[in-house]
């Protein structure tokens, strides 16, 4: 099966401009979960959806938003960029049961100037 | 809640040194737990996994225990390799309200040297 993939793999945007990801998890996987990664902070959880429903959500602002289509692919966009946004924005899925395994993709960096 | 708390490096070792990576947790219910690696310009691997109490996971010479008691989950490989210089993540998954969600330590850098 082919695993999950993130596009684009590389961004740069300048402050206040909104920029939107993209994630295609493995065929049949129907929970995808976003993770914020930063030197300084490390993993942060975003928030994850199923079914195209948003089960649970992270502590970010209401800039990051996402959602989730009928064929489990799923966006994340970020509006009114900060440089603080800078970061690999990690996307993961899983089947739908709980504490099951999530793979992840490799990343969109993302750069704000 | 929810936390791990894992060993921050840098680690540096010698090629065929004794690698031990220390994670502990805290979880309401029982966690399934995880240990993820990273490379350098790539996303998160899974390395091992277990989900309930004496499990053993194990890949690739990696092996980690699920010690509820202690609740703790340490990576151990008994020779590591150039090739395992990574970052390594401890991670822990629960039920209810916090679908969907992994906990992460905050990464454990690892440098073999030959």
């Known amino acids: 099966k082919a695993g999950v993939t993130q596009t684009p793999r590389y961004l740069i945007k300048t402050r206040g401009q909104q920029v939107t990801l993209s994630c295609s998890p493995i065929?049949?996987?129907?929970?995808v979960s976003w993770y914020q990664q930063t030197p300084g902070q490390g993993l942060q959880f975003l928030f994850e959806?199923?079914?195209?429903?948003?089960?649970n959500k992270g502590n970010f602002p209401g800039r990051f938003s996402g959602r989730q289509f009928s064929n489990s692919r799923s966006e994340m966009n970020v509006s009114t960029l900060e440089l603080g946004d800078s970061a690999l924005y990690l996307c993961a899925s899983s089947l739908e049961q709980t504490q099951e395994t999530q793979y992840f993709g490799p990343g969109t960096r993302l750069l704000v100037l | 809640g929810n936390s791990v708390t894992q060993m921050e490096g840098p680690v540096t070792l010698s090629e065929e040194a004794f690698l031990t990576i220390n994670c502990t947790y805290t979880?309401?219910?029982?966690?399934?737990l995880f240990w993820y690696v990273q490379y350098p310009g790539e996303g998160l691997q899974l390395l091992l996994k277990?989900?309930?109490?004496?499990d053993k996971g194990s890949n690739k010479g990696f092996e980690a225990t699920y010690r509820k008691e202690t609740t703790s989950f340490h990576l151990e490989k008994g020779s590591v390799q150039v090739s395992d210089s990574a970052v390594y993540f401890c991670a822990l998954s629960s039920r209810g309200s916090t679908l969907g969600r992994l906990y992460f330590g905050r990464g454990t850098q690892l440098t073999v040297w030959p």
């Open positions: 979880a309401t219910g029982y966690p399934s």
């Open positions: 277990a989900t309930k109490a004496d």
């Open positions: 959806y199923f079914s195209e429903t948003q089960r």
């Open positions: 065929s049949g996987h129907r929970s």
